[in-house]
């Protein structure tokens, strides 16, 4: 558990280990929950297929390009524990392949109509 206050900065950084230069990370999706076990019924999208969605999101340049470093606000869940999971979904790309997921960004997936 790593403490911290409502509305302060929460950074986070995700590092691959591997000896190969030529990979890159992404972050795809982070997800909040209330709950270490559910991620589908109460959930606060932070990013969501490459798009942020929250604004207190923010990147931070790393050196490597097997590094990532990010931050959002601290927040908490009206009407349940204080507690709060995090589930982030990452892509790892071979570095300049540019048709791979790390290098589209945000990808809007429309939800289909349901015809009568």
Known sequence: PYRVRVNQDLFLQAYLHSSDPNLVLFLDTCVASPSPHNFTAETYDIIRNGCVRDSTYAT??????????????????????????LRCELAVCPAYDYSSRCYQGCINRHKREASS
Not at 63 to 81: D, E, T, V, W, Y
Request: charged residues 10%.
């Open 60 to 85: 931070y340049y790393s050196p490597h390009g097997h590094m990532l470093r990010f931050k959002f606000n601290a927040f908490q869940f009206i009407r349940s524990s204080p507690l709060v999971y």
